[in-house]
């Protein structure tokens, strides 16, 4: 379902004793949002992305928000992967997809030179085609500390890569009439491992090793005051990611259509199939591995529809008999 660019958001979210023709949730997002003119349209209220200077003020607890809900196929309501976790002031991001900064301003965080940290799950094009974004746009708006990013093996060599390839926009920044500052371009990229990788004013994060074909590829779980979120990325299904992720108030996690899977008329289209049950996670599969978690909220990312519909996958995550709260997420959803 559409949002507007004003008021509350709204997925697609089915609860227990739900028809799937009535399922909508009014989350609260306790975030305080300065009240604008603005034409209401559909009924449906989405949170604003209202231009300010500074973090909203600390709500009662923390919030997720989906910058991005996209795949690899261009969809303009569906910007590259990509989510902002918002506590005590504090703004950390979870992959970096196409548009990550302009999603950041629909959000309310225009001067995204405020992200404390980010996490990529994994160096995938469409989890990381936004970092160069996150690098430069910071810079140019005024960060003036390293940008701390945390990845698996060979982000250092895709960090390095980026800023080289900019060169040339970075010597004329720095030599021209804007006046940058090269120091403040800094990013300290940290390859990681599983464990505790970041722990700094009780904002504790940890990853986990997930399956997703020959990657490195890392889940996080984020445990913060009063407060948990976990995020799968890319992955099949996973003993791990389960175990760490048990009794997580959110659990974010990506899922495909397990009854729409065939084979692709393009090269290679015959393994699509297995591509997908190798390295990814069936709705059927969601649901058994949300039922072992049991998180206060599933929420859905990085759907692959196969050219169903949301409703249906709702369907088939009910079939294969999750009984808890569920949402499909849209960009700038709040939780």
């Not at 030179?113 to 094009?125: D, G, N, P, R």
């Not at 371009?185 to 940290?190: K, Q, Y």
């Not at 692709?264 to 039922?291: K, N, Q």
């Amino acid at each position: 379902m559409a949002g507007h660019p004003c008021g509350a958001s709204h997925g697609r979210e089915t609860t227990p004793g739900l028809t799937l023709a009535a399922m909508s949730l009014t989350r609260s997002a306790a975030i305080t949002i300065v009240a604008i003119t603005c034409g209401l349209t559909g009924g449906l209220l989405r949170a604003s992305g209202l231009a300010q200077e500074s973090l909203p003020p600390g709500s009662a607890e923390p919030a997720l928000i989906m910058l991005g809900t996209g795949t690899p196929v261009p969809d303009a309501s569906a910007w590259g992967p990509a989510s902002a976790v918002v506590a005590g002031g504090r703004l950390f991001v979870v992959d970096a997809g196409a548009g990550v900064s302009r999603r950041l301003a629909a959000a309310g965080f225009p001067r995204i030179k405020q992200v404390e940290a980010a996490f990529l799950t994994h160096l995938h094009s469409d989890h990381t085609l936004g970092y160069p974004d996150l690098i430069f746009t910071t810079w140019i708006m005024g960060r003036r500390e390293p940008l701390a990013v945390y990845g698996p093996p060979g982000l250092r060599r895709m960090t390095d890569a980026i800023v080289d390839a900019w060169r040339d926009d970075v010597d004329v920044r720095v030599k021209g009439l804007e006046r940058e500052t090269r120091e403040w371009l800094r990013v300290d990229a940290t390859e990681i491992g599983p464990g505790v990788v970041y722990d700094r004013g009780r904002v504790k994060v940890t990853a986990i090793p997930v399956p997703h074909g020959h990657w490195q590829a890392f889940a996080y779980r984020f445990d913060l005051p009063g407060r948990s979120m976990t995020f799968s990325g890319d992955t099949a299904p996973n003993p791990a990611l389960v175990k760490a992720a048990r009794g997580t108030d959110i659990l974010v996690h990506e899922v495909y259509n397990g009854k729409r899977v065939a084979p692709e008329a393009r090269p290679g289209g015959e393994f699509w199939p297995e591509y997908l049950r190798t390295y990814h996670t069936s709705d059927a599969e969601l649901a058994r591995i949300a039922s072992e978690v049991k998180p206060g909220l599933l929420v859905l990312n990085h759907v692959l529809r196969l050219g169903g519909t949301d409703d249906e996958i709702l369907q088939n995550i009910r079939e294969a008999g999750y009984k808890g709260r569920v949402v499909i997420a849209k960009d700038l959803d709040r939780y």
